[in-house]
């Protein structure tokens, strides 16, 4: 599986600023390109805040449910759709998320059904 990867980098800056206040300073601060100030040493900090499962997992017709199911339902949010997607069991998907399977699997059926009533109209 592949996952994407969400994180924030910090570093904190310093530069010396000439001002009348603290609000002058700020204001003035805000004007100023990050290449300007000084990396103050041994500050910076990785913080990784999502960890999803990466659309690369998924095929086009996954990927065009996903999407119009978060479009037309979207009871249940991407991240759990993408998980119940990839299930291959559907009495462990249930366990963990009782309360939107039975959405998801209507959703999954009707879906389904068009395609296939796409398909005898074509034949």
């Not at 600023?17 to 003035?28: G, M």
């Not at 290449?35 to 040493?41: A, D, V």
């Not at 990785?46 to 978060?70: C, G, I, P, R």
């Amino acid at each position: 599986m592949k996952y994407t990867i969400k994180a924030t980098y910090t570093t904190e800056l310093s530069i010396e600023i000439e001002a009348s206040n603290t609000t002058q300073a700020y204001l003035k601060t805000n004007d100023l390109h990050f290449t300007e100030f000084e990396q103050i040493k041994d500050s910076g900090i990785l913080k990784v805040h999502d960890v999803t499962l990466s659309e690369a997992n998924f095929t086009e017709e996954q990927l065009a449910f996903m999407k119009a199911y978060l479009t037309n339902v979207a009871v249940a949010d991407k991240s759990v759709v993408k998980a119940f997607m990839l299930s291959e069991d559907d009495d462990e998907f249930y366990k963990d998320h009782s309360e939107t399977y039975t959405g998801l699997a209507d959703a999954r059926g009707v879906w389904e059904d068009a395609k296939r009533f796409y398909k005898d109209g074509k034949a």
